[in-house]
DNA sequence: ACATTATGTAAAATATATTATACTTCTTGT
DNA sequence: ACAAGAAGTATAATATATTTTACATAATGT
């Protein structure tokens, strides 16, 4: 049905640019630490306005964090 | 404070792809007409996940869809 | 002028993302 | 072993996206 899932290195990407922490990352970026949790565990994926600030945070577009994939 | 609004231009690519309609469009990403025509009036902004789909439907990345630019 | 297709407006109902709070577990340094 | 910082789990409350339905307007062809 679906087909396609999205996932992201958002974990590689904060170890890739001076250890960023979650908590910090979220406060940056103006969300919560849950969400930034939530997100980088794959437990629900973000609006676009959210994708876009963390792709801005580390200077890479959307789908160099974002991947919208085959599932199986 | 947030500074930034994400504008779209679907319309656009609508026309430059054999004139879909926002109709054809939603069936064929599996949403709403509504939902088409919310997010080409920036009433809100979509998910990622949807985001995906529409650039996926016209083979353009989400930066050639979507921009995350500065609103004055 | 009429019929048809595409687009716009509106509002209530549902689904999903985000917040807030609290507690737990893991790591690391001392 | 202990303390402190970072990441994980859980859940209820709130905000936002999406659906559904219904009607209104605009454009086009006959």
Redesign the interface.
Known sequence: MSG?I?TNNIKALRFNNGEVTQARLAEKIGVTRQTILAIESAKY?????????IA?FFSV???EV?Q?VDAA
């Open positions: 396609k999205i994926s973000p609006s676009l306005e959210l994708a876009f600030k801005d577009p959307i789908e974002f919208y």
